[in-house]
């Protein structure tokens, strides 16, 4: 579960582990409501929900709070200028925090991109409204996103965001939003139409 840009293997859980032997328990996670899992898209269009890339996808947890106690992350590494968590696990733990906003941002469809022979993953596609966007997620102040300008070049969406610890920002169709902006995104895409 704190595997950052990594899809769900079985082998990983247990060596020659298969699908067929953690079915029900991943799906009583599922229904229980501790894990979200979000599925591969590898062409996405409308209805988002019609591009269910069921073989491949990634688990996250309910929340980041989980996944940090889960992690066995004591709460004052967070306090601690530098610590590891911060270079080593940041990537999931912002992934995790963006999802979890998502969540609650209208129920709206999401799913993850990537190509089936790997190589190029964007971290979040939304339905919103009419239109698919993609959402990239950076830790840092760091922005560049090769995977993210491969998926725009390719799919030419209306409009793309990546959520930074950068202050808000647009360019020509890509919105930089603050990762404490995250949960507004409908009201800043619904602002800049009207």
Sequence with gaps: LAKEKKKFVYKEIKKGGRASEFEDALNWLLNCGLVYKIAR??????????????????????DTGL???????DLKTFFEPGAAVFSDFQGALTEQYVLQELQVSGGL????WGRANGGAEVDFIIQFENEIIPLEVKAALRTKAK?????IKQY???RALRVS??????????YSIPLYLISSFPDILKRDVS
């Excluded at 996944?67 to 992350?73: D, E, G, M, Y």
């Excluded at 469809?109 to 993850?112: C, N, R, T």
């Excluded at 610890?165 to 890509?174: D, E, I, S, V």
């Design 165 to 174: 610890l950068k202050n808000y920002g647009r360019g020509q169709n890509l």
């Design 156 to 158: 030419q969406p209306a």
């Design 147 to 151: 995977s993210l300008k491969e998926y």
């Design 41 to 62: 898209t590898t062409l996405p269009k409308i209805p988002l929900n019609s591009c269910d890339g069921r073989e491949a996808f990634k688990l996250y947890m309910l």
């Design 67 to 73: 996944l940090s106690a889960k992690a066995n992350i």
């Design 109 to 112: 469809p999401v799913f993850y």
